[in-house]
C-alpha cells in the first residue's frame, strides 16, 4: 500500500479564496483524521469519520471549514473563504485500530 | 487544554548518549502512543503501550506508563544523528466508546549532534 496520500502538498492562495484539501486513506482502515498543525497550537484534531460518517467534529474551528467523506477512499476537507489565521501544516491519518497512520501533509499558506 | 504534555521541549544530546522524554496527561487512558515526527513531514507511529502495562521496548526505545502518576516516559538508547525529529506522546481518553481517537502533545525537539 502506498499508505495515506495528499494533495496538494503545497498550496499557496489569496485571503478569501476556496481551499480543497484531499486524502486518500489506506484500504481497510475504518477511521481517517483531519488534523491541523501549527508553531502556536500544536497538532489539533479538527474532525474524524468512522465507515465514511463524521463522529466528532468539535475541533473544526467555524463554519468556514467543513469536511466530507464520499466513499471509503476519498475525503476532503475545505475552507471558504480563507484567512491568513488558516495558514498551517493539515495532515490526514487513517487507522484500523490504535495505530494512526499518517499522510505527509499539506502545507497551506493564505495570504 | 492538551491531554498529553512532553517534558524538555527541546533536548541537545551528543552521538551516542541516551535521549529520556517525559509525558504527562490529565484523564485515564486506554493507551499511550509515541510518534515522531521528521521536519517538513507526518507523523511516524514508534510504540504503544497500553495501561495495563508498565514497560515496553522495541529496539532501542524503551517505553514506561505510571498511571499513578499519569506519566510515561521515552528513552532512546545509543542515540544517532538520525534520530533527530520531534517526538511526540498521544493519549486516548478511556471513554469506553472505543473512539480510537487520540489527543497529541506538542512534542520534545531532539537534536543529536554527530
Known amino acids: 500500500d502506498a499508505g495515506v496520500i495528499q494533495s496538494p502538498r503545497h498550496e499557496v492562495t489569496e485571503m478569501g479564496q476556496e481551499v480543497t484539501l484531499r486524502c486518500k486513506p489506506i484500504s481497510g482502515h475504518d477511521y481517517l483524521f483531519w488534523y491541523r498543525q501549527t508553531m502556536m497550537r500544536g497538532l489539533e484534531l479538527l474532525i474524524y469519520?468512522?465507515?465514511?460518517?463524521?463522529?466528532?467534529d468539535s475541533g473544526m474551528p467555524e463554519d468556514r471549514f467543513s469536511a466530507k467523506m464520499p466513499n471509503a477512499s476519498f475525503s476532503t476537507l475545505k475552507i471558504q473563504p480563507s484567512e491568513p489565521r488558516d495558514s498551517a501544516v493539515y495532515f490526514c491519518?487513517?487507522?484500523?485500530?490504535?495505530?494512526?497512520?499518517f499522510g505527509p501533509g499539506t502545507r497551506l499558506t493564505v495570504l | 487544554s492538551q491531554q498529553g504534555e512532553e517534558d524538555p521541549q527541546a533536548l541537545s544530546i551528543q552521538e551516542g548518549e541516551n535521549a529520556t522524554m517525559n509525558c504527562s496527561y490529565k484523564t485515564s487512558i486506554n493507551n499511550l502512543q509515541w510518534y515522531r515526527q521528521n521536519s517538513g513531514r507526518g507523523l511516524v507511529h514508534l510504540i504503544l503501550?497500553?495501561?495495563?502495562?508498565r514497560e515496553k521496548h522495541s529496539g532501542r526505545l524503551r517505553v514506561t506508563l505510571d498511571t499513578s502518576k499519569k506519566s510515561s516516559s521515552l528513552l532512546i538508547t545509543a542515540s544517532r544523528a538520525a534520530d533527530t525529529a520531534s517526538y511526540f506522546c498521544?493519549?486516548?481518553?478511556?471513554?469506553?466508546?472505543?473512539?480510537?481517537?487520540?489527543?497529541f502533545g506538542k512534542g520534545t525537539k531532539l537534536s543529536v549532534i554527530p
Open positions: 469519520f468512522n465507515n465514511n460518517v463524521p463522529i466528532d
Open positions: 498521544a493519549t486516548d481518553a478511556d471513554s469506553g466508546a472505543g473512539s480510537y481517537q487520540l489527543t
Open positions: 491519518a487513517s487507522s484500523q485500530v490504535d495505530e494512526q497512520f
Open positions: 503501550i497500553r495501561s495495563n502495562e
